[in-house]
């Protein structure tokens, strides 16, 4: 769970950085390396140079609508916008707007792309009309006064709207080399339709892109996303090269040409009970009126808890009637009643003969295929007329659209940085305080175009986690060596040092003493559940409890005696242990029923309930114990796992007085090879066992 949070706070500050931030400061775009035309809009000055306002008439038209005199400005979005960055905006609505410009240098399409882009900016809600750019072809007799719509130009580009109908242009014109008659081909206007709805409503800056490639291929991009591509052999209609072969001009079918596959057969005719009269559907004559049915009640009636409203005025309303409602009493119906109409079994239609194959059947007439007289074959239709002038020639029903970053190139990175210094810097400043309508991945990686630190945000922000979380996997708790000792009787040092100091023998002759008081427990069915549970509590040990630790009796391991182990018994844990001696005294209770996660005092080890069970059991039966009062002399020694058996008499004793502990003094080392004075001759060298029927310890 804590991976988890830690992860979506992380991906959470990376999109809050990817998305937000100060508004920029505007700097002026300049087009680095080779380019034909670069406009960012300077100065209001440097556009009066530069752009031209067309004063032609349109042909074919009224002479009030024939003039182009829409308004066009140099001026500053109306919202979002960047101190100092200027546009050029259509101003007029419904009238004809004209303007151009020339290229600093004619653009001729030789063996580099052709790149045109710009930005538009649509700042009110458009309805009807154009944001398109036409590049003039080069010619001696051009005037950019003059400039209309039949001005010749080689390319138009450009997104398009009226009503619902959504068009992305690319057109240009192509000469045919036989003719030399020019004629436009059209790219499918649309295909990339859909990704225009956003940019005629968001009211944002889009970039257009369109390149041209020496290969014949072309590519169209909003917001430098592919929307439209294909071969300038394939895909614009009609075909760059016409057909080698066409049908006859000068041939017509024949008057007797007979192209009919089945014909009537001429010989069948109409049954004498044909009757072509009889009507489709017919009253029901079987049905009757409903009771209850009211002939002279009215399915609807005025609405009699209506009210004339207080401001109807009869003579400019005229005379106020109610409104009519559902007549209460037609529960069953009202009005004329009307048999139900049925379908007619006598009904058959109009009799029409049967269709037979026709003898006289010719096939589909076609004409005669010629050779066509002006085929040709153009393999480069990239090679078009050069381009001398970039103009808008627009009519729209929605005002203040914007234009912005015209670009001419031949190299596609020129192009990529003019629009990172440009487009994109609108995009971010238009971006602040607002919801981005890209997705969170789409929004993540267009930050990282101007803030490339936030590539070791991200790297961050699913590293951490994914390393912490292997991290977690590899540190998985170990059991510990006492717990692992407890499990397998493994002996542990302490076991070995008191063995060798003189410890009371555990052997064969132990298991011969008696245990007074001690009960053998029976093996249950239950026995491997419930060593699972004494695993669980001996794999988790838990801490002391400090009134535990308090009963604990001084160190006697000084004294001549065997080391004595004290065991310090709670009456909580002995009554419960006497409530349910009678009913389940033996091992197979499991430990949580006793006294859930306590645990016994051995010395300064903590020893599981489940150890001492045995030791108990023999106080309960004893019944001597009281309070806080201390066993000794109980001495237990670790079987397997789970089997626990007393190792010397658990004789109850008066409360041992607490004594300051006694440092043990040094034993003599023996020269001989005698290790004990009660050493019998043979090569024993384990301490003397008693041979009398005494079983307490030394």
């Known amino acids: 769970m804590k991976l988890q ?8 500050v990376a999109y809050g950085l990817a998305t937000h931030g100060e508004v920029p400061e505007y700097v002026l775009p300049l ?9 960012p809009f300077e ?32 001026e500053s979005a109306r919202e979002n916008g960047m101190e100092g960055d200027l546009g050029l905006v259509l101003k007029s609505k419904a009238k004809h707007h004209a303007i ?47 400039f209309y719509d039949k001005t010749p130009y080689t390319i138009m580009f450009g997104p398009d709207k009226c009503g619902q109908d959504y068009k992305m242009h690319f057109i240009f014109r192509h000469r045919n080399p036989v003719t030399l008659e020019f004629e436009e081909k059209h790219s499918d206007p649309s295909v990339g339709a859909d990704d225009l709805k956003a940019l005629f409503k968001d009211k944002k800056s889009h970039l257009m892109t369109l390149i041209l490639r020496p290969d014949n291929t072309f590519e169209v991009s909003v917001d430098r996303k592919v929307v439209k591509s294909g071969s300038l052999l394939v895909d614009m209609t009609p075909a760059i090269n016409p057909p080698d072969e066409i049908d006859d001009p000068t041939e017509t079918k024949p008057t007797d040409w007979d192209e009919k596959k089945r014909i009537p057969d001429p010989e069948a005719e109409k049954p004498e009970d044909w009757d072509e009269d009889a009507p489709k559907e017919i009253d029901d004559e ?15 009636i005025p609405d009699p808890n209506a009210e004339m409203p207080d401001d109807w005025d009869e003579e400019m309303d005229g005379e106020w009637e109610a409104p009519l409602i559902n007549n209460p009493l037609c529960t069953t119906g009202c009005g004329l009643w009307f048999r139900p109409r049925v379908p007619n079994p006598a009904y058959k239609g109009k009799w029409r003969a049967p269709l037979i194959d026709n003898e006289n059947y010719m096939g589909e007439w076609k004409p005669t295929r010629i050779s066509n007289p002006n085929y040709f074959n153009d393999p480069h239709p990239f090679k ?29 990175t020129v192009a990529y940085n003019f629009a990172s210094d440009s487009w994109r810097l609108k995009k971010v400043a238009e971006g602040i305080g607002e919801p981005s309508p890209d997705s969170v991945v789409d929004a993540l990686v267009n930050a990282t175009e101007d803030k490339p630190w936030l590539w070791l945000v991200y790297a961050a922000a699913v590293i951490l986690p994914v390393v912490g979380l292997i991290a977690w996997l590899c540190s998985a708790p170990k059991k510990s060596q006492s717990a692992r000792r407890k499990k397998t009787d493994e002996p542990t040092p302490d076991d070995q040092t008191k063995a060798s100091e003189g410890a009371a023998d555990n052997g064969d002759d132990a298991d011969d003493e008696a245990v007074e008081g001690a009960e053998v427990e029976p093996e249950g069915e239950d026995d491997g559940e419930e060593e699972e549970e004494e695993e669980e509590l001996i794999d988790k040990p838990q801490s002391v409890d400090d009134d535990v630790k308090q009963d604990l009796p001084p160190d006697t391991s000084g004294t001549d005696s065997a080391p004595k ?26 430990v949580r029923n006793i006294v859930p996660n306590k ?74 090879g005698d290790t004990s004075p009660s050493k019998k001759t043979t090569g024993d060298t384990s301490p003397s066992k008693k041979t009398t029927g005494d079983t307490s310890p030394s």
């Open 43 to 74: 100065s209001q000055s440097d556009f009066n140079k530069r752009w031209v306002v067309s004063k032609a008439m349109k042909e074919g038209v009224d002479e009030d609508i024939a003039k182009y005199d829409g308004e066009w400005s140099l």
């Open 565 to 590: 182990k004290f065991v310090s018994v709670k009456s909580k844990i002995l009554e419960k242990y006497d409530k349910k001696s009678d009913s389940q005294p033996k091992r197979n209770r499991p």
């Open 384 to 412: 078009m007329t050069s381009i001398r002038a970039i103009g808008l020639e627009l009519w729209s029903m929605s005002n203040d659209i914007m234009f912005d970053n015209f670009l001419i190139t031949d190299d596609e």
């Open 599 to 672: 645990w016994l005092i051995q010395e300064d080890n903590c020893i599981p309930l489940a150890y001492a069970r045995p030791i108990l059991a023999n106080a309960v039966h004893n019944k001597s114990a009281s309070d806080g009062e201390l066993l000794p002399n109980l001495e237990f020694e670790r079987g397997k796992f789970g089997d626990i058996s007393l190792a010397r008499s658990p004789s109850l004793a008066p409360p041992v007085q607490k004594k300051p502990k006694v440092k043990k003094p040094p034993q003599p080392k023996k020269t001989t």
């Open 5 to 12: 949070i830690l992860l979506i706070l992380s991906i959470c």
């Open 100 to 146: 151009s410009s020339n290229l600093e240098d004619t653009f001729h399409f030789n063996e580099k792309p052709f790149i045109i882009q710009y930005d538009v900016k649509f700042q009110n809600d458009h309805d009807c009309g154009g944001a398109y750019v036409k590049l003039l072809t080069d010619q001696p007799n051009l005037s950019l006064n003059l």
């Open 31 to 39: 087009a680095s390396g080779n380019y034909y035309f670069a406009e």
């Open 286 to 300: 079987t049905a009757t009126k409903p009771d209850g049915w009211l002939d002279d009640e009215p399915q609807y």
